[in-house]
């Protein structure tokens, strides 16, 4: 049987299986001989994205979650471990564990692409490309979630991951861990190699690949993360152009769909992940539990977007827009409330099954989420161009999200409203909260205008990434301190709560067990 064994920080990733055993003498055992025409490295390339998604790991760690308390049975000891910031021992399918393989296996399928286009000399530039953005995607969830976030001051000496650029060869090797500076500019090399040659004419379903506009939108948050404004401002552009008003969520259409279907989250969020809605830049789908822990069932309840945190820094709390209501909201935010159930949701992340016996109703729980939407991306554009003083410019891109957001808007929304707003808010104390919370980021932020501003971006990037992980970077970004409440009968506690500070260890998840056994290098405790 012929394989290709990539040993990756202790863990053997087997990225393809081909032919037969019997076969197995007579047969070169170096299978990247076998990708010799270009349909073969295009088929491979599926299997360069991640299977596993990140979200459950980012989500739970965020604080977009309160503890409903230890009478709520519904839980796990993976998702204790994740929301408790603790040492993860646990394994599933959407485990640390799991991301760390994922990520590492789809990283090597990009390299084999790689190796073999060029050992074949090939013209279509276009595979190189989706590769090398590929690869660098797989790398980006890696270190930001097994890493502090990207600091200009200390990103040559924190521990990132390591960075594989070429095909393992041999059967034990020793790795080193990049710093998180390395891992950043191997990054942005393999962006600015690799965007260039993609050509979304190749592809029958571009969403499901590394097209123009995902990969411009990529860059853009790389950029954004690492206080590279200008370039965030000009990735982000080159997405969704100047005037991305016909690119943005047809929210309209996503209500009617899912209630047209049923009028439950789970409808809902199969209308928001279709591949036809021009919001969705890229699509992807994996083993995930995530769509159960979000829609109107009890599994992992006990860990919950409910009503305390979504009436006081959320959904239904103070808005910069003056809304406060459900119905406000263009895509339905709905409650779900009963017995050890105390959800306020809207639908993101969908929950399919895959079955394996159709008969006997066994499968695999599935979930699709949009990984970059021109939405998230038109915010990430805003917050860049506030970082640089380019209020009237950053206001623009504000009101043209809110307005797509927020049904029947009003129009005395403006850069004044903001001010007022974040002037208007206390900051947040875990007994007291808001939407407001202490900024601590590793770059200056200036109180006033630009940090009120960067308050309400903060504040609709929570909305419109809820459920989705993406709150969990933007709390490293911006060194944003996390307290852990209890609530019980609507009334929070902070008994035998924990306290996430500035710079934690705990900001960056510890690598698995099996990978540290291995000899790597354990991230600080």
């Not at 204790?80 to 399928?109: G, R």
């Not at 990054?187 to 190749?202: H, M």
């Not at 789970?266 to 539990?289: D, V």
């Not at 895509?331 to 929950?351: C, E, F, I, Q």
């Amino acid at each position: 049987m012929k394989t290709i064994k990539n040993k990756i920080l202790g863990i053997i990733v087997l990225t393809l299986c081909l032919s037969s055993c019997d076969k197995y003498l007579d047969t070169q055992p170096d299978n990247r001989a076998e990708l010799d025409t270009e349909v073969k490295i295009k088929k491979l390339l599926v299997s360069a994205y991640p299977t596993t998604p990140y979200l459950m790991v980012a989500e739970f760690s965020s604080d977009n979650l309160d503890d409903y308390g230890n009478l709520n049975p519904n839980s796990s000891r993976l998702l204790t471990q994740t929301f408790n910031w603790e040492a993860i021992t646990e394994k599933d399918n959407e485990s640390p564990d799991a991301v760390w393989q994922s990520c590492y296996a789809a990283i090597a399928s990009a390299n084999e692409a790689l190796y073999a286009f060029e050992e074949m000399g090939s013209q279509s530039l276009y595979l190189k490309g989706e590769a090398l953005v590929a690869r660098a995607y797989a790398h980006f969830i890696l270190v930001n979630l097994f890493s502090q976030h990207y600091s200009k001051t200390y990103g040559d000496k924190d521990l990132g991951i390591t960075y594989m650029l070429a095909p393992e060869k041999t059967l034990s090797p020793v790795y080193k861990r990049n710093t998180v500076k390395e891992v950043y500019d191997y990054i942005v090399k393999d962006i600015e190699e690799g965007l260039p040659l993609i050509d979304d004419t190749q592809y029958t379903v571009p969403k499901y690949h590394f097209n123009k506009a995902a990969a411009n939108a990529f860059a853009a948050r790389v950029h954004l993360y690492m206080g590279n404004w200008e370039k965030a401002i000009s990735y982000a552009t080159a997405s969704i152009g100047e005037d991305p008003t016909q690119l943005l969520r047809n929210n309209a259409q996503i209500r009617s769909a899912g209630a047209a279907a049923g009028g439950e989250v789970i409808n809902f969020s199969r209308a928001y992940t279709q591949s036809s809605e021009k919001a969705n830049l890229l699509m992807s789908n994996g083993n995930s539990n995530m769509g159960l822990y979000f829609g109107p069932f009890y599994l992992g309840s006990r860990y919950s977007h409910g009503g305390y945190i979504c009436n006081t820094e959320t959904f239904l709390s103070k808005t910069p827009w003056g809304f406060t209501t459900a119905q406000n909201y263009a895509l339905p935010m709905l409650v779900y409330s009963a017995t050890n159930l105390d959800k306020n949701l809207v639908g993101r992340v969908t929950y399919e099954i895959q079955y394996t016996d159709p008969v006997a109703q066994i499968g695999f729980r599935k979930a699709v989420y949009v990984p970059f939407t021109s939405d998230e991306t038109l915010l990430t554009r805003a917050e860049a161009k506030v970082m640089l003083n380019q209020f009237d410019e950053a206001f623009a891109d504000i009101n043209l999200w809110r307005k797509n957001f927020v049904r029947n808007p009003t129009d005395n929304f403006n850069a004044d409203t903001i001010n007022n707003w974040a002037d208007s808010l206390a900051y947040h104390t875990p007994l007291a909260p808001t939407a407001k919370k202490k900024l601590n980021p590793d770059f200056k932020v200036e109180s006033g205008r630009q940090e009120n501003f960067i308050h309400a971006i903060l504040f609709m990037r929570r909305l419109e990434t809820m459920h989705v992980g993406l709150r969990w970077f933007d709390v490293k970004r911006y060194g944003i301190e996390v307290q852990r409440r209890v609530v019980q009968s609507g009334a929070p506690s902070l008994s035998n709560t924990k306290l996430l500070a500035v710079r934690d260890n705990r900001r960056a998840i510890q690598l698995p067990i099996s990978v540290i056994g291995a000899g790597a290098v354990a991230n600080p405790r």
